[in-house]
């Protein structure tokens, strides 16, 4: 399956913030970024049709960006893969091997994610 998400590539360097309570530090996710993963999950729930899948999944990552700048992608799917828990698969532990592609689209920039079911099955226990 594909799902395509129209929105620019976004990096997840500061996804979240620390504060303290009392004496106890704690760690949330900021406003910006829960509306960024709602915005995926909508997206993905609109093409993706059928049950989250059970089994161990393959997902090859396409980031198009609009400019050739410096992109670290290892910063760019940690939010994009658990937006897609329970639409595509159950949870992104499910994940056993992962391949993301940098590309440049200037006028359409977007991320393209193909998820395939590997041949193992999840053991839920």
């Known amino acids: 399956m594909k799902i395509i998400l129209k929105w620019k590539p976004q990096s997840t360097n500061h996804i979240y913030k620390y504060t303290c309570r009392g004496r106890y530090p704690t760690v949330y996710m900021t406003q910006e970024w829960k509306d960024l993963k709602y915005a995926y999950e909508i997206q993905a729930k609109s093409q993706y049709k059928w049950k989250p899948l ?71 226990e």
Not at 98 to 117: A, G, H, Y
Request: glycine content about 0%; some cysteine; charged content about 35%.
């Open 54 to 124: 059970e089994w161990d999944v393959e997902t090859y990552v396409k980031l198009y960006f609009s400019t050739k700048h410096k992109h670290d992608i290892d910063n760019y799917c940690k939010i994009l893969l658990d937006s897609l828990s329970w639409i595509c698969y159950i949870d992104d532990n499910q994940i056993v091997k992962q391949t993301v592609e940098k590309c440049f689209d200037k006028e359409n920039p977007r991320i393209e994610i193909e998820i395939k079911e590997n041949a193992k099955k999840l053991k839920l």
